[in-house]
């Protein structure tokens, strides 16, 4: 498999994983300022705050997208244009997308 198609083929994933820690870094900001005025914060705290997010929202991110990396992994490269290997990719990235957005509403 050539460099240029395996970057190809998992770039959904790389994608997915950027948004997820982007709006994982958005919401951790916007609770951060919502609770500036209630709590002090040192700087130690904010790296220590954003460092144990990221790590942790990088490890969800890797676990919402385990299946569709073993699919990938799995899939015989001569497959990888059809229309039933880019249905599978859209209907992976809706659900790991709706996953995504329920677990960054609140209850």
Do not use: C, E
């Given at each position: ?5 395996f ?6 994933l790389y994608?997915f994983i950027f948004?997820?820690?982007a709006?994982s ?6 609770l951060?300022i919502w609770?500036?005025?209630?709590t002090?914060?040192?700087f130690?705290?904010l790296?220590?705050?954003?460092g144990?997010g990221?790590l ?10 385990l299946?569709?990396?073993i ?14 290997n880019i ?5 992976a ?5 709706m996953?995504?957005?329920?677990s960054?509403?609140p209850?």
């Amino acid at each position: 498999m050539k460099h240029g198609s395996f970057k190809k083929i998992y770039s959904v994933l790389y994608h997915f994983i950027f948004l997820f820690l982007a709006f994982s870094v958005l919401i951790r900001t916007s609770l951060l300022i919502w609770s500036v005025s209630k709590t002090s914060f040192t700087f130690l705290s904010l790296i220590k705050i954003y460092g144990f997010g990221i790590l942790y929202d990088f490890g969800v991110a890797l676990f919402i997208v385990l299946p569709y990396s073993i699919y990938l992994n799995l899939l015989p490269q001569k497959w990888s244009n059809t229309s039933f290997n880019i249905g599978i990719t859209y209907g992976a990235f809706f659900l790991a997308t709706m996953i995504s957005m329920f677990s960054f509403l609140p209850n």
